[in-house]
């Protein structure tokens, strides 16, 4: 079974721009979460997507946005990037949340560096 | 989600047994205790999930006591490869909640030759 696939592994950008990320959940999960690791730190929730909805996202400024494909793969958009947006971004799959056991699986990141 | 806390680092040697222990004093009875192992520049891997007394797969063990205010990952024979940052969560499995995962500082396991 395949597992959660992210593109691209690296991103280069310089300040201002704008950065598309793209996750692929594993088959039959329909929830997708988005992370952001800085060097060194803990995960910082960024968002939540179920079922082509937004449900949640953490305490992060309106330029991180994203969306949900119906085929249930998911985009996460940065616009006016700032220096302080370099980090590893995560993305996490899981069942629905009907389901007993809701464990997120990872994917690989893409590590995004911000010049 | 219940806070956890974790040692921040601990050492061993390979082929000896590592126990892990996370505190989760305000455990809510919902909450299931889920363990994940990140390598650096990668995604975390789940390792091990269980609600109480005892869970065993492939990779590790997980036990928890009767009152569920801490939860013990061990890992049996550690190798090089098992040197990473490993994360105790608490947080409810399913239903209709909110899904967000709270991951603490971890501990970085440093096993040695």
């Known amino acids: 079974e395949a597992g959660v696939t992210q593109s691209p592994t690296h991103l280069i950008k310089t300040r201002g721009q704008q950065a598309t990320l793209r996750c692929s959940p594993i088959?039959?999960?329909?929830?997708v979460y988005w992370y952001q690791q800085a060097l060194g730190l803990g995960l910082q929730f960024l968002l939540w997507y179920d079922e082509g909805e937004e449900r949640n996202r953490g305490n992060f400024p309106p330029r991180f946005s994203g969306r949900q494909f119906p085929n249930y793969s998911s985009e996460l958009n940065v616009n006016a990037l700032e220096l302080e947006d370099s980090a590893l971004y995560l993305c996490a799959s899981s069942l629905p949340r009907t389901s007993k056991a809701d464990t997120q699986y990872f994917g690989p990141g893409t590590r995004l560096t911000v010049l | 989600l219940a806070k956890t806390t974790q040692p921040i680092s601990m050492d061993s040697y390979e082929g000896q047994e590592v126990n892990i222990t996370c505190s989760h004093n305000n455990i809510a009875t919902n909450d299931y205790i889920t363990w994940y192992q990140q390598f650096p520049s990668q995604g975390p891997r789940f390792i091990i999930q269980g609600y109480k007394t005892k869970v065993t797969n492939e990779v590790a063990s997980l036990f928890i006591p009767a009152d569920r205010k801490s939860s013990t990952l061990s890992l049996p024979r550690v190798s090089l490869s098992d040197t990473a940052v490993y994360y105790c969560l608490v947080g409810e499995v399913g239903g209709t909640g909110f899904q967000k995962l709270v991951f603490g500082t971890g501990t970085r396991l440093l096993v040695s030759p």
């Open positions: 088959s039959g999960h329909t929830s």
